[in-house]
């Protein structure tokens, strides 16, 4: 439930283009929950702020290129478990990294296909990825920073419930 709070805050109040905490909750779902709730609650999260969004700013609600919004966290969620499984601190940066930057190509690979900004065409397509370098940018300050936050709080968490299981198995898995 807290990441779903976290994620509609993080989407609805006003914040840098991209500069949200949605890949970090998707990593931190996919690492830490089964992957149908972590699927469900990222789903959840992603439709509760895009019907608030539609509200507040008039966006609209569902598009073609939703659907490479949505699968490209889904995607995100999935890399959590792998992300649990072969876990070390100093692949960490490398790991949200890549995440980051394969969403920035899918996502604007969706903008290039369902949008008539670009033509058709690898020119098209090259535009497209050049015009939207400024996001990559956002993002993965972004990804970054709300990475260290979402995770370095459940590190803290577990350590000051001084839940001892919890705690072992996050160092068993994170450090």
């Known amino acids: 439930m807290t990441c779903i709070i976290v994620g509609v805050c993080g989407r609805v109040m006003p914040h840098f283009p991209n500069v949200t905490p949605m ?5 931190f779902a996919g690492s830490t929950l089964k992957r149908p709730l972590a699927l469900v ?11 608030l969004l539609s509200f507040i700013y008039g966006y609209p609600l569902f ?4 659907l490479f919004v949505y699968s490209g966290f889904a ?7 792998t992300l649990a499984k072969h876990f ?6 490398a790991f949200i990294g890549a995440t ?6 899918w996502t ?3 903008v290039w296909l369902t949008s008539g900004m670009y033509a058709k065409n690898l020119s098209g397509l090259f535009t497209c990825y050049a015009v939207a370098l ?21 590190a803290l968490i577990c350590y000051y419930k001084k839940n001892k299981r919890e705690w072992r198995n996050w160092q068993t898995r994170w450090i």
């Open 63 to 66: 598009s073609a290129w939703t």
């Open 100 to 105: 980051s930057l394969l969403y920035w190509l």
């Open 88 to 93: 070390k601190w100093q692949l960490f940066p």
């Open 108 to 110: 604007n690979f969706g």
């Open 23 to 27: 890949t970090s909750l998707s990593l």
């Open 134 to 154: 400024p996001f990559l940018r956002n993002a993965l300050i972004g990804d970054f920073i709300w990475s260290a936050v979402i995770f370095g709080s459940f």
């Open 75 to 81: 995607l995100i969620t999935v890399c959590g478990k």
């Open 41 to 51: 609650s990222m789903l959840v999260t992603f439709i509760i702020s895009d019907v």
